[in-house]
């Protein structure tokens, strides 16, 4: 068997690890023990791992939120997250009832564009955006009232952005804060085969409607003159009894006009009038992350692959495995 190789800020001292991401998680997730007594709850730490010195990947980094020492076995528990934590974890709230007072980056900062919003939600917790696409031509809010938050995470925040026209955000293996449409493929691509030479362990593939949308009602900001900006946009599904619809429903201030209203609509229906197909699998260890690109050649399911949508890496006594989930993405 390979060597295998792990690296937490260059401690190698590593009796096991774990790192795990997944979309609709803010955050990816590690965990491992080590007998090293050096690190401390907030360090900012930085993750590698690999079969042997020479294929190290990136895998994550972000901050340590727990420290647990264990007698027996003499080591130390080591859990934290990757820095949009520190958006999970910063409540937007301000001391006053009256609206002009709440955070607004329209009427604070002129920022108009989804993904202008999201960069001045990141900066209240410290963070940067660092690269986004996917929203030319998009305007939220109004001239009146803005883009108000108040009560809220800024995740949660963030969250309301990117579900009105089908966007996402999440943190690189390399650490930068991302914005761009829910179905891009991200960085990082992997192949995985069956067979003597091959790398797969198991793998399945499956079909469902869980996810699938096929209506789309929006629900926008108050018109003066007639009522709230509305739009609906629909589809028969052919997986699907006709003439039937599964209707998701997308309420917010933050759209202020009917042609945001309508684009909206569009572009959700776009994304969740699909068969969900995924394809499960556990390999050997592999750097591929979250939103990269899985090719599958595997005869017995015909799994397609495709984006990554959850990830599991995990070095341990049996050696290094990354388990994924992976397939056409709403």
């Not at 590690?30 to 042997?52: A, K, R």
């Not at 010195?53 to 901050?63: H, K, R, W």
């Not at 080591?75 to 001391?95: N, P, Q, S, T």
């Not at 939600?121 to 929203?135: E, H, P, R, Y």
């Amino acid at each position: 068997m390979l060597d295998v190789y792990a690296s937490v800020n260059g401690v190698t001292d590593i009796t096991d690890l774990t790192v795990t991401a997944a979309q609709g998680s803010a955050c990816a997730q590690f965990d491992f023990h080590t007998p090293d007594s050096g690190f401390s709850v907030n360090e900012v730490v930085s993750i590698t791992m690999g079969v042997d010195d020479d294929t190290q990947t990136a895998i994550t980094g972000g901050y340590i939120d727990t420290v647990t020492a264990e007698r027996p076995p003499g080591l130390y528990h080591i859990e934290g997250r990757d820095k949009l934590k520190l958006a999970l974890d910063y409540f937007i709230v301000v001391a006053s009832l009256d609206e002009a007072d709440f955070f607004n980056p329209r009427l604070d900062n002129s920022s108009t564009s989804p993904s202008g919003i999201v960069s001045d939600l990141l900066a209240l917790c410290g963070l940067t955006l660092g690269g986004s696409s996917g929203d030319g031509g998009w305007e939220l809010g109004t001239e009146e009232e803005g883009t108000p938050f108040q009560l809220v995470s800024v995740w949660d925040a963030i969250q309301q952005v990117c579900s009105i026209g089908a966007w996402r955000v999440w943190c690189t293996a390399s650490g930068a804060v991302t914005f761009g449409p829910s179905g891009s493929v991200g960085a990082g691509a992997a192949s995985f085969t069956t067979g003597d030479n091959g790398n797969i362990i198991s793998v399945s593939y499956s079909k469902s409607v869980e996810d699938l949308r096929n209506k789309i009602v929006v629900i926008g900001a108050i018109d003066p003159d007639n009522g709230n900006f509305t739009a609906t946009a629909s589809a028969a599904s052919p997986y699907l009894p006709s003439g039937f619809y599964k209707t998701a429903v997308i309420s917010t201030d933050l759209i202020g006009d009917q042609g945001m209203a309508t684009a909206s609509a569009a572009a959700n229906l776009a994304r969740f009038n699909r068969l969900n197909e995924r394809t499960t699998l556990t390999a050997t260890g592999t750097g591929i992350g979250l939103y990269g690109n899985a090719s599958v050649a595997e005869s017995f399911t015909s799994a397609p692959g495709g984006m990554v949508v959850a990830v599991t890496h995990s070095i341990d006594s049996n050696g290094y495995r990354t388990e994924l989930t992976a397939g056409v993405v709403p």
